[in-house]
């Protein structure tokens, strides 16, 4: 509810989440264990039970069974992405390989990342995801020995695109078996089945306030074969924390919420995906029949995202617009919203930067309803009729 009374409808999910009821309870209790997890008097070990219950938490909602990896607790999912990638380049050996394969729609977390490795000598291969699908025959091409590292994200966080990661790493692996396979999950975690293993991967980055926990708290899964082969070393160094993976007093607030967060909706994982579903299919419907084009691919993709173009209105207008009445979405992803250059993604998925201008993106999450969807067309269809006759006088 705003100040003045009037009903927020939150549809911006992919940026951040509220709080769940759950996370929020365990930040509470978490508030009341302050001692350093380092310490070795019984308030630090308290604190490192709360750390080592969120990780176990992590661990099993990834599907990780014990032996076959950790979970390296960060600050963000940016993060994890930077220690999954500086980490294992700095770690190479001067006699391994230095091709990198990336796609050309990843988070700033990746792209960043990967240009930093550009300038130093790496070679980057960035395989195109038109229409939000991986082009395999560029990915064959692009297979040989020299394959170093492979970062593809599984969910793209813009268009809500599934992309066959678990086919691309196998078809890495099988060209080059000690090429590292990384996987931005931070839009899949708690959305879509998967499990490191089940698609490839050496390393996966997820993200704590994308699943209803705070912000400030992410974390990294890391193979075991991995730790064992010495192939990642930390890039945040001191004290030693999290195994000497990650130093710096843990957030075990945040950690603990994270876990609690996690565990919650594992429970309840497929009432959670029924619900996302049957709101997609609603909010699909509704939004079509307002004349606005819908991006995410008919084929793999999730049901918590929804981009669309709107018939010659700026984002950044409908996104004010609606913010009036209320409405939150996003002109493509938060993070990059600072840009005035089109999104990326959106370009590599087809679009003309002038159409990418013109896209919305309408994220959900469990505890939104049909009603918000209503509201939603509503403030559009009244936005589109008012913006459009102004740009036409
Ligand atoms: N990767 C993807 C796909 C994302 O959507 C985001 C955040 O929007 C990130 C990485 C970065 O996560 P964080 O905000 O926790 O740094």
């Not at 938490?57 to 990896?69: P, T, Y």
């Not at 890391?222 to 993976?245: D, N, T, Y």
């Not at 509503?378 to 006088?393: F, M, N, Q, Y």
């Amino acid at each position: 509810m705003k100040s003045n009374g009037q009903k927020t409808v939150y549809l911006d999910n992919s940026a951040t989440t509220p709080l769940s009821a759950t996370a929020k309870s365990a930040v509470a209790e978490a508030m009341e264990c302050f001692g350093n997890p380092s310490s070795l008097h019984t308030m630090g070990a308290d604190a490192q039970k709360l750390v080592t219950l969120a990780r176990d938490r992590i661990m099993s909602a990834l599907g990780v069974r014990r032996g076959q990896g950790t979970v390296v607790f960060t600050s963000c999912g940016t993060e994890a992405t930077s220690l999954a990638i500086f980490g294992t380049a700095y770690a190479k050996t001067r006699r391994e390989a230095s091709r990198i394969l990336t796609t050309d729609s990843e988070h700033p977390a990746t792209l960043r990342a990967l240009e930093a490795l550009e300038k130093s000598g790496f070679e980057i291969v960035r395989i195109p995801t038109r229409g939000g699908v991986l082009d395999m025959n560029a990915l064959d091409g692009a297979l040989d020995k020299k394959i170093f590292m492979a970062s593809f994200m599984l969910v793209n966080n813009e268009t809500g695109a599934m992309y066959s990661v678990k086919e691309a790493f196998a078809k890495i692996k099988r060209a080059n078996k000690e090429a590292i396979t990384h996987c931005d999950a931070v839009q899949g975690f708690m959305r879509v089945p998967f499990t490191p293993s089940s698609i490839g991967a050496d390393l996966v980055s997820v993200s704590g306030h994308k699943i209803h926990a705070p912000k400030g708290v992410g974390a990294l899964y890391v193979s075991a074969e991995l730790i064992k082969a010495k192939k990642i070393v930390p890039f945040l160094v001191g004290g030693g924390q999290e195994s000497g993976m990650r130093s710096g007093t843990e957030n075990v607030i945040g950690i603990s919420a994270f876990g609690a967060a996690a565990a919650d909706m594992a429970t309840r994982r497929t009432e959670i995906s029924e619900k996302l579903d049957v709101l997609y299919s609603y909010a699909a419907e509704k939004l079509s029949a307002l004349g606005v084009r819908i991006n995410t691919p008919q084929g793999a993709h999730v049901s918590h995202i929804i981009n669309v173009t709107l018939p010659d209105v700026k984002s950044e207008t409908m996104l004010h617009y609606l913010s009036a009445d209320g409405i939150y979405v996003s002109s493509g992803s938060a993070c990059a919203s600072h840009s005035k250059s089109p999104s990326q993604s959106l370009v590599a998925f087809g679009l003309t930067p002038y159409e990418a201008d013109c896209s919305i993106r309408i994220s959900l999450s469990e505890y939104n309803t049909a009603e918000d969807i209503d509201a939603l067309c509503e403030s559009l269809a009244a936005g589109l009729e008012r913006l459009v006759r102004i740009k036409k006088t």
